[in-house]
């Protein structure tokens, strides 16, 4: 009997789990170990941030599910991994021991490193749904006695959507509230332009979201370092295309969202062989890592070099779309591994993004995430938003059905063209098997 074991719940990691099982089939295990109990629809925190959500609408108990799928789950955060003993220790002094091991942890969230930035200093976060909930209390009070607003990034980020969504849902839901005209908004980020979002743009996005802004009253500075956050204030330092200072800016603030870098958890830091300077797990087209050819990883925790420099050091996104297609792979190739095979299928590292900006919203398809692409489009529209609504009540539907990719959702990605699987690295594990 093979074991598999799954490191992290989230977005990448519940997936992974249901993949494995339905590729493995009850002859082997599954493992989840997760820090825990539930899974936390991430795409929907903004929504918590303003009271559109309560958590427990966003959040599942994964237990019963993972029961009902013969998968063990054991809610007990990991201190370490040990992959030349392969094994996962966790914090409570026990370890579980693997077969093969699959890292989808997400990220650390790295806000000591710009003093005063995070929950802990003068800024909110919705990178979790707690996060979430404990802004949500702040907005509500700010929204009682108003003033300035700052939502943004600061260096090193890969994730800009969530900036982007919750400066446009601010905007919209204090203009719903009346008291948009006494809240003097700035859009902060170390994007060298609007719409980077990290990739160098999608479609028209810098054109999209500019107007966006422009239209909404949002003033907004590009090539931004954050150097320090007073309890009033931002201090930014911007820089011109050569990244030399070119401006400093002291942005007053009553209320501010800023998006803090990521970096590798401490169970897998400075593991040589495994992960990168920052703690990101390094992983081949297979997602396997080379050193330690029985782990595999997807999702936030991998390292994905930018595709351009920028002045302002910037990440790479891994987006819900992107993460599925590395745990279908993943997923067939462990199965591969444990027929004797070689693991042969690549993640398309397709994405399908939706954003929603309170009145509209936006949605952009990339195919491949990483330029160049095959398809590069975004376009806005009410209809944007109602999509993303629709898309989270899916989602935690196939959650709860314990499904990763059901038969109507495949044939209907299929006919639209969004493959999970490289259609290259298909075709050739296909034929490999044949006489």
């Not at 099982?21 to 629809?41: D, M, P």
């Not at 989602?395 to 044939?411: A, D, H, T, W």
Request: aromatic share 8%; charged share 25%; proline share 8%.
């Amino acid at each position: 009997m093979v074991h598999v074991v799954v490191l992290g719940a989230g977005l990448g990691g519940v997936p992974m789990a249901f993949e494995a099982r339905e590729q493995l089939g009850a002859a082997h295990r599954v493992t989840v170990i997760s820090n825990t109990e539930k899974f936390q629809f991430t795409p929907s925190n903004p929504w918590v941030a303003v009271n559109w959500r309560k958590p427990e609408e966003i959040q599942i108990p994964l237990e019963p599910v993972f029961t009902r799928k013969g998968i063990d789950l054991v809610a007990v955060a990991a201190a370490r991994v040990h992959p030349a003993e392969n094994r996962v220790e966790l914090v409570d002094g026990e370890s579980i021991p693997y077969d093969y091991l699959v890292i989808a942890t997400g990220p650390e969230l790295a806000f000591d490193e710009v003093p005063g930035l995070g929950p802990a200093g003068h800024t909110h976060s919705i990178c979790t749904t707690a996060h979430a909930t404990e802004t949500a209390v702040a907005w509500e009070a700010f929204c009682r006695d108003p003033g300035p607003l700052v939502v943004g990034t600061v260096q090193g980020v890969s994730c800009f959507g969530p900036a982007y969504e919750f400066a446009m849902i601010a905007d919209y839901e204090l203009r719903r509230r009346k008291i948009r005209d006494r809240v003097p908004m700035t859009f902060v980020t170390s994007e060298p332009y609007i719409g980077h979002l990290g990739l160098g743009g999608v479609g028209d996005t810098k054109g999209l979201l500019e107007s966006e802004l422009r239209n909404r009253h949002i003033r907004w500075i590009t090539n931004a370092k954050t150097t320090g956050i007073d309890p009033d204030r931002l201090h930014v330092t911007e820089v011109d295309d050569e990244g030399k200072d070119k401006k400093s800016h002291e942005v007053p603030f009553k209320f501010a969202m800023m998006m803090p870098s990521f970096r590798g958890i401490k169970a897998v830091m400075d593991l040589e062989g495994l992960v990168n300077p920052r703690g990101f797990v390094t992983v081949d087209r297979k997602q396997r890592n080379a050193k330690y050819p029985n782990i595999f990883a997807i999702g936030v925790c991998i390292a994905i070099p930018p595709p351009e420099p920028t002045p302002v050091p910037t990440g790479v996104p891994k987006t819900g779309f992107m993460i599925e297609s590395m745990a279908t792979a993943t997923a067939r190739n462990i199965r591969s591994l444990v027929d004797g095979k070689a693991p042969a299928m690549e993640a398309s590292w397709n994405a399908i993004c939706l954003a929603d900006f309170g009145d509209n919203g936006v949605a952009f398809v990339a195919l491949p995430q990483i330029p160049p692409r095959n398809v590069n489009w975004a376009g806005e529209g009410r209809w944007a938003r109602l999509a993303k609504v629709a898309f989270e009540k899916y989602f935690l539907r196939k959650i709860r059905n314990g499904r990763s990719v059901p038969l109507y959702e495949q044939m209907a990605l299929r006919i639209a063209g969004f493959n999970k699987l490289r259609p290259d690295a298909a075709e050739a594990a296909i034929k490999k098997t044949m006489p």
